[in-house]
């Protein structure tokens, strides 16, 4: 089911391990920032003109990539996220992971910057406000350490590349959490068709992901191609 367009299987490097800003050298963090807003901006406004319509089926055809994905693991938890706005991912994703036999983790955002905590996802009841915006599950807190029982990682981004770079929103707070991720175990983002790129900008302290997902192309593996 795999797609191996880049030769690495996911888990071929640990998600822990940082990637360097870009390929080359005299690249300034100013730099890697402006580049980063840039690309934002233009991935957020292209998110924005999907339709209800596109958005529906890429979430369906997301689930489908993911549940094949998982069926291919060891038994354990499934840390998973919340969508917002056009978001690849949704709740339909979360219950068809839970009804095929995986309990399923969520991310909670926690009061000081750090890395996140996690709790059980129940079904939508579980549900209830949090911060930023988001909902989170109202189950009690496991601690960050939960994340190191997970067989699967399933990221936000706004785009990756097929070194591993991840783009994310900029709050950091997944930067702060993937390091506690076992070697072996994917870390895998979840994102639109067209959102797989040549090249993201990173800083030194960025967390790659072993792979991502596309409603077309399904499971696509990455690699840092020897950058961290």
């Excluded at 690309?39 to 993911?66: F, I, K, S, W, Y």
């Amino acid at each position: 089911m795999l797609e191996r367009e880049t030769g690495h299987e996911p888990g071929a490097h640990a998600a822990g391990t940082p990637v360097r800003a870009t390929p080359g050298d005299g690249v300034s963090a100013p730099d890697v920032a402006r580049r980063k807003d840039t690309l934002r901006t233009r991935l957020l406004q292209a998110r924005r003109a999907l339709t209800p319509e596109q958005r529906a089926a890429a979430a369906e055809d997301l689930r489908g990539h993911v549940l094949e994905l998982a069926q291919e693991l060891r038994d354990g938890p499934v840390c998973a996220y919340l969508p917002i706005g056009a978001e690849p991912g949704s709740v339909a994703l979360l219950d068809g992971l839970r009804a095929a036999g995986r309990s399923v983790l969520l991310p909670v955002v926690p009061p000081r910057p750090g890395p996140l905590d996690w709790a059980a996802y129940t079904g939508p009841d579980s549900l209830g406000p949090g911060p930023l915006g988001l909902r989170e599950p109202t189950t009690p807190r496991l601690g960050p350490a939960a994340l190191r029982t997970a067989v699967l990682v399933l990221v936000p981004a706004l785009a990756a590349d097929r070194a591993g770079r991840r783009l994310g929103r900029g709050g950091g707070y997944y930067d702060r959490t993937l390091g506690a991720v076992p070697a072996g175990v994917p870390v895998v983002a979840l994102l639109h068709d067209g959102e797989l790129l040549d090249e993201v900008p990173a800083d030194p302290h960025d967390r790659p992901v072993t792979g991502v997902v596309l409603p077309t192309p399904g499971t696509v593996a990455t690699g840092n191609n020897g950058r961290g």
